[in-house]
């Protein structure tokens, strides 16, 4: 029997930023409830924990710098292009997507691009809320001493909260991405980088059809 033929995703270096910078989120989720939640502050004696949330959030601004540099068109055209390029499917992708995915009611949900707007909105709540955390974090890092009690506070503030938001965004991502029934391949295409044609016609009908098929007028 042959084997079932695939439909290209994500590439292979798409596909590394993606573990890479989720590691370096999952560290500095777990060291920051270490330094932030009542009765964990054991955890976080000696100063391992901060140097290790510390190492991990150069990592996590690190890895897109560096993606940036290394493939700048593949970031303009594409990550950043695809979360801030907006239309009418998008549109209609939010007022279908309470009943597509809670009662899976497919009827309603039109043809989605090779991002839908979930996708795009979870990137730019990591883009905005990651740079909440790279600016709080860095007051908090090397403004201790320099800047005043009540400013050095708010940063404090603002950047519990923005982890707050932010964490919320992962569990929703992790869930979407690897329990919910109607994305089976969603996590083995972020571990391989393909997907059957039936997955991708059915989640990404606009795209498959224009630019995999070369059905575009």
């Known amino acids: 029997m042959a084997a079932e033929k695939t439909v290209l995703r994500y590439r292979g270096q ?24 009542p009765g964990w502050g054991v955890v976080a004696e000696g100063g ?21 540099v290394l493939f700048p068109m593949g970031v303009i055209k594409g990550i950043v292009g695809e979360a801030l390029t907006w ?15 809670f009662f899976g009611d497919e009827s309603k949900m039109p043809p989605q691009d090779r991002v839908n707007a979930g996708q795009k909105g979870f990137f730019v709540g990591v883009l905005g809320l990651g740079f909440v955390l790279g ?8 403004g201790k001493g320099v800047i005043s009690r009540d400013i050095f506070m708010w940063m404090t503030a603002l950047h519990a909260l923005a982890g707050i938001f932010i964490g919320v965004l992962f569990l929703v991502h992790l869930y979407l991405s690897v329990l919910h029934p109607k994305m089976t ?10 997907v059957t ?10 795209w498959y059809a224009e630019e995999v098929l070369g059905e575009g007028e």
């Open 14 to 37: 798409a596909r590394f930023f993606h573990w890479t910078h989720g590691a370096a989120f999952v560290v500095l989720l777990l060291t920051g409830l270490f330094l932030y939640m």
């Open 48 to 68: 391992y924990t901060r140097v290790i949330h510390r190492a991990g959030a150069l990592l996590f601004i690190g890895v897109p710098v560096l993606y940036a």
């Open 87 to 101: 239309g009418r499917r998008d549109l209609g992708w939010l007022f279908a997507a309470p009943g597509y995915y």
């Open 135 to 142: 600016v709080t974090g860095g007051f908090m890092w090397f």
């Open 185 to 194: 391949e969603s996590w083995g295409s972020m571990v391989h980088g393909k």
């Open 197 to 206: 044609p039936h997955y991708a016609s059915s989640h990404y009908a606009h």
